[in-house]
């Protein structure tokens, strides 16, 4: 089994950063793709940001140019630097990665308890 654990939401106002941070943990062979989705009240999960293991980023479009994700290979930890935050991009935000147990098993995709960030106006 693989553990996330994500860090760094809290109450910012709008103008402001905030960084989220995930670790993975558990029985790890490799992770492939990490990843950041939101979930606002009353409105589906959407993607926020992904990278995989190469390092190739995409964005949703409302983000692109304010958010920046990047991981650290060695550490299992994925980040989220979130810059110029609107009161839109309040939402719980979970982290997710596709990882694999075993050398001969295939990847699945293991998700966070999320964390709240909260934009005010």
């Known amino acids: 089994q693989v553990q996330l654990v994500e860090s760094g939401g809290g109450l910012v106002q709008a103008g402001g950063s905030l960084r989220l941070s995930c670790a993975a943990s558990g029985s790890i062979f490799s992770i492939n793709s990490m990843g950041w989705y939101r979930q606002a009240p009353g409105k589906q999960r959407e993607l926020v940001a992904g990278i995989t293991g190469g390092g190739s980023t995409n964005y949703a479009d409302s983000v692109k140019g304010r958010f920046t994700i990047s991981r650290d290979n060695a550490k299992n930890t994925v980040y989220l630097q979130m810059n110029s935050l609107k009161p839109e991009d309040t939402a719980v935000y979970y982290c997710t990665c596709n990882a694999r147990t075993r050398s001969w098993t295939a990847g699945r995709d293991y998700w966070g308890?999320?964390?709240?960030?909260?934009v005010s106006s």
């Open 113 to 118: 308890q999320g964390t709240q960030v909260t």
